[in-house]
């Protein structure tokens, strides 16, 4: 038997068995495509060379220049908090910083002192120390707390461990 193609509009046409209202919507265009479907009909559109129109936006410039230019209702959410603008410390007041460090590291955590001389808690882990009783005791703590957890949960976190090394 040889098989002889069919044209496309006799491939179309609908089969005795086969409803003509399901031909059609099978086959029929859709009028926008995905992208394009929420786009408003006034948006400025510029028909290609190839056939293909390319939609775009103008940007109107903000005139908000306490944010860069950039007006802040026309900006998606925050993906973090943002942070007030930090003093820059004085010699004196790292010093002093580093003082109540020393003396007292339960009451002066890291936290406490980024909150109290207004900086991030990241300068001050750079520029303070933590003292060598409180550093033993922090790693007998985690230790335990390791030694405490089930097997699989181990393997979990040395497994973690391992993948960061090979970053």
């Known amino acids: 038997m040889n098989f002889v193609p069919k044209s496309l ?33 006034d948006t400025p559109r ?3 060379d190839d056939g293909s129109t390319l939609i775009f936006r103008r940007n109107e410039p903000a005139d908000n220049s306490e944010t860069g230019g950039v007006d802040e209702s026309l900006l998606p959410p925050r993906l973090r908090k943002s942070y007030p ?18 003396e007292d590291p339960d009451t002066w955590t890291v936290d406490r002192l980024a909150k109290t001389f207004n900086t991030y808690p990241g300068f001050v882990m750079r520029v303070t120390d933590c003292p060598k ?10 230790e335990d707390w390791f030694a ?11 497994d973690r461990i391992r993948r960061k090394e090979l970053w």
């Open 148 to 158: 405490a957890l089930p097997v699989a949960r181990k393997l979990t976190i040395i």
């Open 133 to 142: 009783p409180r550093r033993q005791m922090l790693r007998k703590k985690y």
């Open 85 to 102: 603008t930090r003093a820059w410390l004085s010699s004196e007041q790292i010093a002093t910083m580093a003082k109540l460090r020393q």
């Open 9 to 41: 509009p006799e491939m179309l046409r609908p089969r005795r068995s086969q409803s003509p209202l399901l031909t059609l919507t099978l086959f029929r265009p859709l009028s926008a495509s995905f992208y394009t479907w929420s786009i408003p009909k």
């Open 46 to 48: 510029i028909k290609l």
